[in-house]
Each structure stands twice: as structure tokens, then as C-alpha cells.
């Protein structure tokens, strides 16, 4: 199983951005997905998961400003992020949960 997250970048507080995350050697459609991420000095944690079967769930500190969703037919999962605060500055991995195999990370910085 691989995954391959892109789409973090620099970006002022209230700014918005979309991280994908490609994936392969699995039957994407009947996994379960999820978007995770690490600040310095801190423990990597949950931001967002989403079902095989659509379902979603979000860190309360991201629900009403991130949306995680997936195209099957592209084996890709995303995560719209809106109203951005410095403190979602983070390397944000992906996760395919039932596999337990992450993607390399990519950098989120938003700027105060």
C-alpha cells in the first residue's frame, strides 16, 4: 500500500487550502481513510476520517473548517481546509486505516 499526500504551502491566517492524497496497492473504495497531522514538540493526532462508506468524523478542533472527502474512481482522499489558523500549522500525513500505512507528510504553515 502507498500513499502519496501533496498540496501544503504556506498561507495566511483565514486562507484556505487542499491536501490529496493518492493511493495505490489497496482496494481503495472499501478502505477507511484518514488525514492526521504534527506540530513540533507534539504528538501526531487525528484530524479527519472517512469511511468506506462515507461516512466522516472530525477533531473538534477542525469541524465547521475542514472537510475530508474521497474519489473512489481516483484512489484519492482530500482535505479542504478553510479559515486556517496558525495553530493547524502542521506536516499532515495520510492514513489508510485498515492497512495501517502512512503517506510521506506535507507541510502546512499559515502565517499570523
Known amino acids: 500500500v502507498q500513499l502519496q499526500a501533496s498540496g501544503g504551502g504556506l498561507v495566511q491566517a483565514g486562507g484556505s487550502l487542499r491536501l490529496s492524497c493518492a493511493a495505490s496497492?489497496?482496494?481503495?473504495?472499501?478502505?477507511?481513510m484518514g488525514w492526521y497531522r504534527q506540530a513540533p514538540g507534539k504528538q501526531r493526532e487525528v484530524v479527519a476520517v472517512?469511511?468506506?462508506?462515507?461516512?466522516?468524523s472530525y477533531a473538534d478542533s477542525v469541524k465547521g473548517r475542514f472537510t475530508i472527502s474521497r474519489d473512489n474512481a481516483k484512489n484519492t482522499v482530500y482535505l479542504q481546509m478553510n479559515s486556517l489558523k496558525p495553530e493547524d500549522t502542521a506536516v499532515y500525513y495520510c492514513?489508510?486505516?485498515?492497512?495501517?500505512?502512512w503517506g510521506q507528510g506535507t507541510q502546512v504553515t499559515v502565517s499570523s
Open positions: 496497492g489497496s482496494i481503495f473504495s472499501i478502505n477507511d
Open positions: 492514513r489508510n486505516v485498515d492497512y495501517n500505512a
Open positions: 472517512i469511511r468506506s462508506g462515507g461516512g466522516t
